[in-house]
């Protein structure tokens, strides 16, 4: 299948560098076609702004959704940008590699995001109305594909465990799994975490590797995070919330999983 | 008192520029100097790398970390990095204003945290040992400071809400909250949240300004989060596990606060 990886770390003589590079070697000896989005080397502009449409009139006021609704619509998005979603049309699975910093991705990873998930692409997309409430969440442009996170945490496991200090890794990581990768429609794996990464020697990297190594050979098979669908009854539209009668008097992120 | 805002939107004639502005002239007829970062305004370097430090030999290795902590010990620090942390030095209090863009902060305001949090600076400060585990979450740098964030959302309160689609707000906030503002060791207020911006008008407005007027006017007084300061016994170390007899048996970010 074709596999793009979008990285996020500024130094590939870096332990986030040596796994980027087993995983697109364990991926092609496995017959699978990889692009990587190295977004250091390639100098990503990571801030959203008026530049983003190749034609924003000097002095015009800038409305981040409708310019970028109206750049989708009518071809004229930044040339790096439309190269981006090509390559989220092209992926099967997309994994997105990167150190946890202050409990989330890089800054140039979130610039990605918000830049390529344009109006019409990663959001605003199908129809709103009191049945449904656009394609998202399980619907959308990314549907069908799979998606997996690849983290490094300087931190100890036990430090994002359920009374970690730092919260429980799972949440911290859900604003990410369920409103960035599930919402344009990914299917979205269970990530790898990888702690402790100051403490890392040969053996542990072995080990580390065969890990990861197994998780990139399950790709396809690895069973998706099980999010609720938005439009499949589940929820009440326009409020958008939980039915009562699903996960009845539960409350916060761990009840849209099912 | 001495407030910073820290603002994060490309248009000045958006409804996040005209809140900017009631909060500038609210704090200062009430006596306070205000400094603002506008983010998007400075042309903030929002990626964190090498050239944050004013002497890194062109092919050597980059650490984050190391070369973060070697810089600010030794006054190497490039100069919009110093400028930033030095203004956090004089604020009493901090604002930070921005819209929530994939249920986070954009990624302009997501580099000014990580360039601006040194190492000696925003965390690695402070003691290691058995007994603590650095001066953070509750101690450290900007301890004795306030911090808020204002907030704008494009969803409904009820998106928003314990059983909403896409998280409880203070859920989502919780990386923030905790993770950005606690750990240097700010006291965090509640958020100011404006929910459902597509929908406003001159009447909600004038009320949203209402509101926010009284959160400013009482930045002094307000009761912040009561999260859990880290060394102060309720958590084990190194483990960083709340101990068993508090809040037993519960797991989450809500076991954090008090």
């Known amino acids: ?28 000896e496995a017959g699978h076609v990889v692009q990587v989005s190295d977004l250091y080397t390639m100098n990503w502009k990571a801030v959203l702004d008026a530049n983003d449409s190749t034609v924003h009139e ?17 071809g004229l998005q930044s040339a790096d940008i439309e190269r981006e979603q090509d390559k989220l049309r092209w992926a099967d699975t997309v994994i997105l590699q990167f150190p946890l910093w202050w409990f989330s991705m890089p800054a140039i990873l979130k610039g990605w995001v918000e830049r390529v998930y344009a109006y019409g692409f990663g959001y605003g997309v199908g129809e709103h109305s009191d049945v449904r409430w656009g394609d998202r969440y399980g619907e959308g442009t990314l549907a069908g594909k799979r998606a997996m996170l690849v983290v490094t945490a300087g931190g100890w496991e036990s430090h994002y465990g359920p009374r970690g200090i730092n919260g429980p890794i799972d949440d911290l990581l859900f604003p990410i799994h369920h409103g960035v990768l599930y919402y344009p429609g990914f299917d979205v794996l269970p990530p790898f975490v990888l702690y402790r990464t100051g403490r ?59």
Chains 1, 2 share one sequence.
């Open 1 to 28: 299948m074709n596999v793009l990886l979008v990285y996020a770390h500024p130094e590939p003589r870096s332990l986030n560098g040596s796994l980027r590079d087993f995983s697109i070697n364990r991926l092609e």
């Open 58 to 74: 000097a002095g015009a006021r800038f409305d981040p959704a409708a310019d970028s609704k109206h750049a989708f619509e009518h």
């Open 200 to 258: 890392m020697d040969s053996e542990r990297f072995a080990r580390t590797c065969a890990e990861l190594g197994k998780r990139l050979d399950d790709l396809g098979k690895t069973q998706p995070i099980a999010f609720r669908p938005q439009n499949a009854g589940a929820y009440e539209i326009p409020a958008l919330t939980l039915r009562p009668d699903v996960a009845t008097d539960q409350v916060g992120f761990a009840v849209h999983v099912a």
